[in-house]
């Protein structure tokens, strides 16, 4: 229980890199994010947190956790960021084997080679604006998600997986260096039994952390 609130806490930092999305109260979707918490923070098995409660629509679960994911990546970044420099970190990168380039279909019609520490501001700014979007993730009850709803879920999901990648691969230190790992870590193991359990990430966009994911993912 104590590892369960120390990562709480870690949660409720206000050391953020983008504003923080959150939830009216009252809403369906509050209700969900407090449920869905209150299993993360209680300590029980990650694999169990991540299954669609009984009686609940999987839409409004996925959209949930897209924007809790979307606040707990962004805060891990927030504590690292100012080591992730054009200097540090020419490109977004994991190791060698990896490169992302950067395209929006607006300013960035091709894919483009950039800075990490930009490509994750644009990446955090192209997120932040689609969870805000109520075309895409519509807040009132009995508003029907749109038809491509799951295609764009995968494909933010898939965005912020590479944060992970980035962080893991290239400031690890720094996340131990600050008692952060153990938080990390557990925030990683749920995105990854969450994205696994509704098979939003695509196989080979995981293979960057696969190592590290065998040993902490069981």
């Excluded at 504003?19 to 109260?25: D, I, V």
């Excluded at 993360?40 to 990650?46: K, Q, R, Y």
């Excluded at 938080?183 to 952390?209: Q, R």
């Amino acid at each position: 229980m104590a590892a369960a609130s120390g990562f709480a806490q870690f949660f409720q930092r206000n050391k953020t890199f983008r504003p923080r999305k959150k939830f009216e109260p009252g809403t369906l979707k509050f209700d969900l994010h407090k449920q869905a918490n209150a299993s993360l923070n209680s300590g029980i098995d990650l694999k169990e947190v991540v299954r669609l409660p009984k009686d609940e629509d999987l839409n409004d679960w996925l959209a949930v956790h897209v924007v809790d994911f979307f606040n707990r990546i962004n805060l891990i970044y927030g504590t690292i960021c100012e080591h992730c420099t054009e200097q540090t970190c020419p490109t977004m990168c994991g190791g060698p084997k990896y490169e992302y380039h950067w395209c929006d279909g607006v300013n960035y019609k091709k894919p483009t080679a950039l800075p990490a520490a930009q490509y994750i501001t644009l990446l955090m700014e192209w997120v932040e604006s689609q969870i805000n979007d109520e075309n895409i993730f519509p807040i009132a009850v009995g508003v029907p998600f749109p038809k491509n709803y799951i295609q764009v879920i995968k494909k933010i999901l898939t965005r912020l997986f590479r944060v992970f990648v980035h962080v893991y691969i290239h400031h690890f230190d720094k996340l131990v260096a600050i008692g952060a790992e153990a938080h990390v870590n557990t925030c990683y193991k749920h995105f990854y039994y969450f994205v696994t359990e509704y098979n939003l990430v695509d196989k080979k966009e995981l293979e960057p952390l696969k190592e590290m994911t065998a040993k902490i993912c069981h």
